[in-house]
């Protein structure tokens, strides 16, 4: 299964993005991370399968909100409020659990990142 993001941009602070990772075949859970300039990459939003399981870095719980479209194969990350901490780039991964999304190790399969850029 190949992923690919898109979706990113250059928006103020306060304003909304909807990005959106669309896979070549059916995934299992899926998940966003980010990375921003000069740290680590982090954990944002996971999925499950059937969309009844979501989970959420605490410092997006609230304005982010992760959803799927089997039928179209795509799960999106609404992302609502967006401030300068935000910026980075985003990437989502598939993974074949359902536990533990919050790592990235549990994921096997990466698309390539989109760069979201909040200035204020």
């Known amino acids: 299964v190949q992923l690919q993001a898109s979706g990113g941009g250059l928006v103020q602070a306060g304003d909304s993005l909807r990005l959106s990772c669309a896979a070549s075949?059916?995934?299992?859970?899926v998940g966003w991370f980010r990375q921003a300039p000069g740290k680590e990459r982090e954990f944002v939003a996971a999925i499950g399968g059937t969309g009844d399981y979501t989970r959420y870095a605490d410092s997006v719980a609230g304005r982010f909100t992760i959803s799927r479209d089997n039928a179209k194969n795509t799960v999106y990350l609404q992302m609502n409020s967006l401030n300068r901490e935000d910026t980075a780039v985003y990437y989502c991964?598939?993974?074949?659990?359902?536990?533990?999304?919050?790592?990235?190790?549990?994921?096997?399969?990466w698309g390539q990142g989109t760069q979201v850029t909040v200035s204020s």
């Open positions: 991964a598939a993974s074949p659990f359902l536990t533990g999304l919050t790592l990235q190790g549990r994921y096997n399969n």
């Open positions: 075949g059916r995934s299992s859970s």
